[in-house]
């Protein structure tokens, strides 16, 4: 069993820069593949960033490749997605999950954190 608990975001200007953490229960956290997601008023939850269990590969959706960086530190287990050059359009709720490293899917699931992105 994994616990996820987003936490960082907030009201911020086009072109700021947030930084959201994800903190995991457990002892295992270095297990799972870790991922970013967002749902816009709306919409459908979409895929953000994902990262590998030890750090050394990313992936990133076209929308925010090059804006948003996603890392992890194993020992704190926790996972961080660094928002930069924010667009009105990046306004959602942002969650994390993780992955067990075995697995197909995402199995667990933060409570989300609104990121707000005024023009």
């Known amino acids: 069993q994994v616990q996820l608990v987003e936490s960082g975001g907030g009201l911020v200007q086009t072109g700021g820069s947030l930084r959201l953490s994800c903190a995991a229960s457990?002892?295992?956290?270095?297990?799972?593949?870790m991922g970013w997601f967002r749902q816009a008023p709306g919409k459908e939850r979409e895929f953000v960033t994902r990262?590998?269990?030890?750090?050394?590969?990313?992936y990133y959706a076209d929308s925010v490749k090059g804006r948003f960086t996603i890392s992890r530190d194993n020992a704190k287990n926790t996972v961080y997605l660094q928002m930069n050059s924010l667009k009105p359009e990046d306004t959602a709720v942002y969650y994390c999950?993780?992955?067990?490293?075995?697995?197909?899917?995402?199995?667990?699931w933060g409570q989300g954190t609104q990121v707000t992105v005024s023009s």
């Open positions: 999950a993780a992955q067990y490293f075995s697995s197909s899917s995402y199995s667990y």
């Open positions: 457990g002892r295992t956290f270095s297990s799972y593949v």
């Open positions: 990262i590998s269990r030890n750090g050394g590969s990313t």
